[in-house]
């Protein structure tokens, strides 16, 4: 099996977090710890958008781990996999406003759904307010070893040469 990697590094994509709201982030935090409140007063769920197992699980799974030892609360990973984020947009956006739940999400649910699916009663981009890039995840694209491609631009041109007649399969969309 060969693999047609992405050109982009993981310090550009680090780049999507501008530093203005890095700096924002870091005096909400102080603010916050300053104010002393005792937070969480009990466990905090934590909603996932992929299946477990799945990149943004893992990503939640370490981020739960972590806050549960510097908070003394259960920080419980809840998955909510389907519709390329949405449901578990749907589901974040529908928890109470109390402090105790937060969200993993892909850029998906923020950048194209809007476009795929134009019919979701929600918009990510308005609705829900990003804190903190957690990640950066590079995705692969694989190939069988009898397909003639050694890019991506070659392997557009033949899958545009067998006319429909090859399938993809993805763990998203």
């Known amino acids: 099996m060969r693999f047609l990697l992405p050109t982009v590094d993981s310090a550009s994509a680090a780049g999507y977090v501008p530093r203005w709201l890095r700096i924002l982030l870091a005096l909400g935090t102080l603010a916050f710890v300053m104010q002393g409140h005792a937070w969480p007063e009990r466990p905090v769920r934590v909603i ?17 781990d972590e806050f549960a030892k ?37 850029p998906g649910p923020f950048s194209i759904n809007a476009q795929l699916m134009p019919s979701t009663r929600f918009d ?13 995840s590079p995705l692969v694209l694989a190939v069988h070893p009898s397909v003639p491609a050694a890019n991506l631009r070659e392997l557009i041109a ?13 763990q998203a969309v």
Do not use: C
Not at 158 to 170: D, F, M, N, P, T
């Open 124 to 136: 990510a981009r308005a609705d829900i307010a990003p804190i903190a890039l957690l990640g950066v």
């Open 70 to 106: 510097e908070y003394g609360q259960p920080f419980v990973v809840e998955n909510r996999p389907g519709a390329n984020g949405n449901i578990g947009v749907a589901a974040a956006l529908q928890a109470s406003a109390d402090g105790h739940m937060l969200f993993v999400a892909p």
């Open 158 to 170: 033949w899958l545009k040469a067998q006319h429909g007649r090859v399938s993809y399969a993805s």
């Open 48 to 64: 996932a958008t992929s299946p477990p197992g799945g990149a943004v699980d893992l990503l939640a799974r370490i981020v739960a």
